[in-house]
């Protein structure tokens, strides 16, 4: 059964990069899409980007020119960085498996349990 | 981008009620169309994709329908442990939306 889990620090100074890592078991990362997803407290989610274990991203517009999402296939680990972080950007962070059901049905199946990250100074 | 509406976006209801969620897209999406459920310090659970078909392991009193711009979540028979937060995705075209949420609570 595959498990994701997320890492890194839960403490982000304004300005600075936000990184993340997702940790992949139980299966492998090859054949997939991987998203990664965020929620701010106390209100809804809102989708980050995706992956292909081959490399490719497909990024939101909103957090384009900040958002750099990579993919680690020996490592079995995915990462998101989000540069020059407000505190617009705090919020539980989770990763995701992208599953298509044939064309573009793309649906998440498998998350992580999500990291809480703060920017504060 | 596609903006998804929820409504109602809270409801109270008993055990064993009927409970139906609605979900509308700002243009047409065919049945590209998720439902996730969210309990407080959890993560989201997918419970249908391609806007009818049941996840693995989802109790068969969760059913969802629709296509085009309007979406129904149904909960027949509502359990305790059904008392969440219920989201739709669209991955008819990038970036992925989610509605805002409808909060399902105890009455």
């Known amino acids: 059964q595959v498990q994701l889990q997320e890492s890194g620090p839960g403490l982000v100074k304004p300005s600075e990069t936000l990184s993340l890592t997702c940790s992949v078991s139980?299966?492998?990362?090859?054949?997939?899409?991987w998203s990664w997803i965020r929620q701010p407290p106390g209100m809804g989610l809102e989708w980050i980007g995706y992956i292909h274990y081959s490399g490719s991203t497909n990024y939101n517009p909103s957090l384009q020119s900040r958002v750099t999402i990579s993919v680690d296939t020996s490592k079995n680990q995915f990462s998101l960085k989000l540069s020059s972080v407000t505190a617009a950007d705090t919020a539980v962070y989770y990763c995701?498996?992208?599953?298509?059901?044939?064309?573009?049905?793309?649906?998440?199946?498998?998350w992580g349990k999500g990291t809480t990250v703060t920017v504060s100074s | 981008d596609i903006q998804m509406t929820q409504s109602p976006s809270s409801l109270s209801a008993s055990v064993r009620d009927r409970v139906t969620i609605t979900c509308r897209a700002s243009q047409t999406i065919s049945n590209y169309l998720n439902w996730y459920q969210q309990k407080p310090g959890k993560a989201p659970k997918l419970l249908i994709y391609?806007?009818?078909n049941l996840q693995t392991g989802v109790p068969s009193r969760f059913s969802g329908s629709g296509s085009g711009t309007d979406f129904t979540l149904t909960i027949n028979s509502l359990q305790p442990e059904d008392f969440a937060t219920y989201y739709c995705?669209?991955?008819?075209?990038?970036?992925?939306?989610f509605g805002q949420g409808t909060k399902v609570e105890i009455k």
């Open positions: 995705q669209q991955s008819y075209g990038t970036p992925w939306t």
């Open positions: 995701a498996r992208d599953k298509i059901l044939g064309g573009n049905h793309y649906y998440m199946d498998v």
């Open positions: 391609a806007a009818s």
């Open positions: 139980g299966g492998s990362i090859s054949g997939y899409y």
